[in-house]
């Protein structure tokens, strides 16, 4: 079966630093996104990892470890902005299979 | 401003009605992808679409149904609505390739009454 596990919510301070893990289990891989999505919104991209390792965008960064089933995004020097919910999608073949989400709400 | 094009943003029906989401993908892509997403359920993968041809299917059901046409536009017919069909229904697109995000569509907000 498809299962991706992420935490349902988290809290942070603004100006730290928060780790979002998500699990998976799926038939399939070629790759794993990360979104985010502010409440009502479109899901915006932020992330992708296909091999094992750390990728850095600016303020986000997400790790792979493909033999674990387990990624992370680190989310630095957070922002009253970043409150929204990041969502772990698997690719497999050419579907997107998403986890519940994680709703992250920061506090000043 | 992702470049995918949903309408219409809002749609109030009854049970028992039928209604036509339509998306047009950015310039370019040529998959279209269907979404929806309830609360207790997350995004769930519908359908994909690759040059007008049918491409994947997720857990669509029979009721629905969805098409890609020769100007890459997509439409989802959804029939025999449920109270439960009620969501928010997103278009993806994207170009061909494994590492190639998807971008999402600002998203139809079907509501059953």
């Known amino acids: 079966g498809q299962n991706i596990d992420q935490p349902t919510e988290m809290t942070a301070t603004e100006g730290a630093i928060v780790q979002i893990n998500c699990t998976y289990q799926?038939?399939?891989?070629?790759?794993l996104f990360w979104y985010q999505q502010h409440a009502g919104e479109a899901p915006t991209f932020l992330s992708y990892?296909?091999?094992?390792g750390l990728e850095e965008k600016g303020r986000f960064s997400s790790f792979l470890s493909r033999s674990k089933g387990y990624s992370y995004l680190l989310l630095k020097e957070l922002q009253m902005k970043d409150s929204a919910s990041y969502l772990c999608a698997v690719r497999d073949l050419g579907k997107l299979i998403f986890g519940q989400g994680t709703e992250l709400s920061v506090k000043p | 401003d992702s470049g995918v094009t949903q309408t219409p943003k809002h749609l109030i029906t009854a049970t028992g009605q039928r209604v036509t989401l339509r998306c047009s993908p950015r310039?370019?892509?040529?998959?279209v992808y269907w979404y929806q997403q309830s609360l207790d359920q997350g995004l769930q993968f519908l359908i994909q679409?690759?040059?007008?041809?049918?491409?994947a299917k997720g857990n669509i059901l029979e009721r629905f149904s969805a098409q890609q046409f020769p100007d890459l536009h997509s439409e989802l017919n959804l029939s025999s609505l449920e109270l439960g069909d009620s969501a928010l229904y997103f278009c993806?697109?994207?170009?061909?390739?494994?590492?190639?995000?998807?971008?999402f569509g600002d998203g139809t907000r079907l509501s059953i009454l």
């Open positions: 799926t038939s399939g891989f070629n790759g």
């Open positions: 993806a697109s994207s170009i061909q390739g494994e590492n190639q995000p998807q971008h």
């Open positions: 990892n296909v091999l094992d």
């Open positions: 679409y690759y040059n007008g041809e049918e491409r």
């Open positions: 310039s370019g892509d040529l998959s």
